[in-house]
Nanobody, 119 residues
Framework: QVQLVESGGGWVQPGGSLRLSCAAS????????MGWYRQAPGKQRELVAT???????NYRDSVKGRFTISRDNAKNMVYLQMNSLKPEDTAVYYC?????????????WGQGTLVTVSS
């Protein structure tokens, strides 16, 4: 059973920055594709950014140019640098596997970390 622990969220004014971290308990983490997801109140969880085991990244259109996903395989960590934050970025942010291959499954969801962007 793999545990995921997200951290780094908080309150920030529009235009501000936050860096989120995701710690995975699994040795051999580097083989998996990973993603950051977010869920705003009353809305469905959505995929924000992905990073493959090889380090290739992709982003949701609404965050392109503002967010950067990265990973440190030696530390079993995934990061999300968020700049130029907007109120619509307010959500609970989660990390998990990014599933491409049919038959693979997500890890259990962690608690997430809350990002609140407001003036």
């Amino acid at each position: 059973q793999v545990q995921l622990v997200e951290s780094g969220g908080g309150w920030v004014q529009p235009g501000g920055s936050l860096r989120l971290s995701c710690a995975a308990s699994e040795t051999g983490f580097s083989i998996f594709h990973m993603g950051w997801y977010r869920q705003a109140p009353g809305k469905q969880r959505e995929l924000v950014a992905t990073i493959t085991s090889a380090g290739s990244t992709n982003y949701r259109d609404s965050v392109k140019g503002r967010f950067t996903i990265s990973r440190d395989n030696a530390k079993n960590m995934v990061y999300l640098q968020m700049n130029s934050l907007k109120p619509e970025d307010t959500a609970v942010y989660y990390c998990n596997r990014w599933i491409i291959t049919p038959g693979n499954t997500l890890y259990a969801w962690g608690q997430g970390t809350l990002v609140t962007v407001s003036s």
